[in-house]
């Protein structure tokens, strides 16, 4: 089914399922433990060996030799794999760094040997009487020497120019010119990647922690070299992502070959250090914006450099990626560089692009708005672009309503009680500030498949290789199906992740929700035009509504169709290439600084967020929360240490890097506008999980800024960088 034209009115605006909030319906497994977890499925192999890989002490170089026999006679040991003995596995699109094989080292813990043994215990004892020598090799591993000389990314395509922005930069009687810094940052999921793997004859079955299915299948059959239709990939529960299990890493790749060598099912997790620096982190950036405005702040110029580095000089952070999309400005210029820096491999962390890039852009507005005196919701409001994308006039946004954002949520928050002049108001020993930033996260859609079929006991079982991160795929893939075919939810079972099922959107890039519910959709319209042709009626223009079907003046059971199955998918036409299909926020943050320690306090935290129809209130929101504590990390505390002598990341676990949870802000609120997107989907939904990065951390820097009058463009905003220029306590 293709998606050509923007929806009508169809069922789901009259919708009795989709749209309200609804706990989720995996809950009762997850809170009781029966929630199968990929290193947890005893069931699929409860003769499963235990894996260990052993990671590089070296950043960039060669093995010169390993000895492994003492490990290999180690108790309980049956086998031990040997990168210098194995020759390098594939490559594939999804991966930049290599992830097993040969001599050559690119990264700090790249995989070179996996022990397997009888127990865990057995083989981590083993693992450590391995004794590796290396030629090790000189590298730089500062982002900040490195980017001078970085070229523009996309093979010199990443420089965007529209008017003249130097001479308008030049013109500008008010204008800013700032450079800000974010650091690495890793995804520190609680679920480490962990992968079951177990060999019939030729054929492949890995019980493993992924986010994109399909993907996973035919990435490791390129990296392995088989045909992908001779693996499965099974993974049904994902215990946190955030873009760290979209492509597959060693956890795998060594599972399946430890379990060809041990000729029996192997079971590895990667220990925590391994999952800082031997999967993917989000590559620092180092970022100059460049804004003039008119006096009465109507914005002329936009300039927004980035550098970034990565292990193979491609695909870095591109923290431009919101500025063409947020504010007017007729002038404008965007640069994005990426050097090759041969730290652990970057790739995508939640929000790729925009959530760093916000922290700069962001707080760039804010400083224009004090340089300005003018309120910083005002001149976000009067620099509204109108129906053109600002940055590409030919598109238009498809929906857009961040001005309503900011007012209803200045209105919310309280936003008039902030005093503009820092550092003025206080509460004993605390000083009080309030920040504010504007918040944009694309909202892509992907064709997205599914099956549904009807059993003999009225239920209505829909199957996809779609995953849940804990967004709660299963419950808004539910309300579809329940909402479509006129079923109480109680009579659907959703079965995901396992790529024997049609090949779905997969959970990434904000696309998962809107892209897998229209697929589950588009299956549901099959089944019914096929219940329809059984029964005799027109089975789009039928009513269904609970477990009933009236037609042509007619009644029917749904029941009176037996059993029955049908696939189908939503694809897209090429109308939606006229249209920015994007999401957008206002957020708002209160700190209290400790202005005797500097001790920073979130106190309480508000986003309103323009995403289309909110298929299930309860989850989102959920979603938000979760993504604006990710972001007051982000501001405030998460850093990956970069030893620059080595090469690695030297707080490669939770003890060293501080993630920040729930408890740690009193107060989060989340407001969902009533708006529709006709041009995303039938639903008219857009993802959100990913919007509640884009901005939150800004609102928290500026709201410190505000309580302290200290400026501090080098993120995470930590005491070092402000203690000593803190007000004067009288």
Avoid at 482 to 509: K, N, Q, W
Avoid at 633 to 656: I, K, M, Q
Wanted: charged residues 20%.
């Amino acid at each position: 089914m293709e998606f050509n034209a923007p929806a009508g009115e169809n069922l789901f605006d009259k919708a009795r399922i989709v749209g309200k909030s609804t706990p989720r319906i995996d809950g009762p497994l997850k809170t009781t433990g029966t929630a199968p977890y990929a290193y947890e499925r005893h069931d699929v192999a409860p003769d499963a060996a235990y894996g260990w890989i052993v990671g590089s002490a070296i950043a960039k170089g060669r093995i010169t030799s390993m000895d492994v026999e003492d490990a290999r006679n180690a108790p309980g040991v049956i086998a031990v794999i040997a990168a210098p003995e194995t020759k390098p596995v594939g490559t594939s699109p999804y991966n930049h760094a290599p992830l097993f094989g040969g001599r050559e080292v690119a990264h700090y813990h790249q995989a070179i040997a996996c022990v397997v043994a009888e127990t865990f215990e057995q083989a981590r004892a083993a693992a450590h009487l391995i004794r590796t020598r290396y030629d090790r090799e000189a590298a730089e591993y500062d982002l900040a020497e490195l980017a001078p000389q970085a070229p523009l990314a996309d093979g010199g395509k990443a420089l965007h120019k529209r008017g003249d922005f130097d001479a308008a930069f030049d013109a500008a009687p008010v204008k800013i010119d700032a450079t800000y810094h974010t650091p690495d940052e890793s995804h520190a999921m609680m679920e480490p990647h962990a992968t079951i793997a177990s060999w019939k004859g030729e054929e492949l079955t890995l019980w493993t922690s992924n986010q994109m299915i399909n993907w996973g299948k035919e990435a490791l059959g390129q990296i392995l070299g088989i045909a992908p239709e001779k693996i499965r990939l099974d993974s049904p529960y994902i215990g946190g992502g955030f873009g760290g299990k979209l492509f597959i890493r060693a956890d795998a790749v060594l599972a399946a070959l430890a379990s060809k060598a041990a000729q029996r099912p192997v079971k590895i997790a990667l220990q925590r250090p391994l999952i800082f620096n031997n999967t993917t982190h989000r590559p620092a950036t180092i970022q100059r914006v460049r804004l003039g405005a008119t006096r009465d702040g109507r914005i002329t110029a936009v300039g927004h450099e980035n550098w970034s580095g990565n292990i193979t000089g491609t695909d870095g952070e591109d923290g431009t990626a919101q500025t063409p999309k947020l504010y007017a400005g007729a002038n404008r210029m965007t640069a994005n560089y990426t050097a090759t820096l041969p730290l652990p491999e970057g790739n995508a962390m939640r929000a790729p692009g925009e959530a760093a890039g916000h922290l700069a852009f962001e707080v760039a507005m804010d400083e224009l708005a004090e340089a300005l005196a003018m309120c910083p919701v005002e001149l976000r409001i009067k620099n509204d672009p109108g129906a053109e994308v600002p940055g590409d006039p030919s598109k238009r946004f498809s929906e857009r309503h961040l001005t309503r954002c900011l007012k209803e949520g200045a209105e919310r928050f309280g936003w008039s009680k902030r005093k503009a002049k820092p550092g003025q108001v206080r509460e004993g020993r605390w000083l009080i500030g309030m920040g504010v930033a504007g918040g944009y996260r694309g909202a892509p859609i992907q064709k997205s498949a599914a099956g549904v079929r009807l059993s003999g006991d009225g239920m209505l079982i829909v199957e996809t290789d779609m995953t849940d991160i804990g967004t709660g795929s299963y419950t808004i893939i539910a309300q579809t199906a329940a909402e479509t075919m006129g079923l109480p939810l109680d009579r659907v079972r959703v079965e995901l992740g396992d790529s024997r099922y049609p090949v779905s959107s997969g959970s990434g890039g904000q696309w998962g929700a809107a892209s897998s519910t229209a697929g589950v959709y588009a299956a549901c319209l099959v089944l019914r035009r096929a219940i329809g042709e059984k029964l005799g009626f027109d089975g789009d223009s039928a009513d269904f509504t609970d477990g009933a079907i009236r037609a042509n003046g007619k009644s029917f059971a749904l029941n009176d169709a037996g059993e029955m199955s049908a696939d189908g998918e939503m694809t897209y036409g090429d109308f939606q290439s006229d249209y920015d299909l994007g999401t957008y926020a206002g957020h708002f943050c209160e700190v209290a600084v400790d202005a005797y320690t500097g001790e920073t306090h979130i106190r309480r935290m508000l986003s309103v967020c323009d995403a289309g129809r909110i298929l299930n209130p309860l989850s989102a929101r959920s979603q938000v929360i979760g993504a604006m504590v990710m972001s007051a990390g982000a501001a405030l505390t998460e850093e990956l240490a970069v030893d620059r002598r080595f090469g690695y990341f030297v707080n490669h676990d939770l003890a060293g890097y501080e993630v920040p949870v729930h408890a740690d802000i009193p107060h989060q609120d989340v407001v969902f506008l009533d708006t529709l997107d006709s041009v995303i989907s039938p639903l008219k939904a857009k993802g959100v999980g990913e919007l509640g990065i884009c901005g939150p951390g800004s609102a928290v820097a500026n709201a410190v800024y505000n309580a302290t009058g200290v400026r501090v463009r080098e993120y995470p905003i930590t005491l070092d960088k402000y203690l000593d220029r803190l007000p004067a306590i009288g």
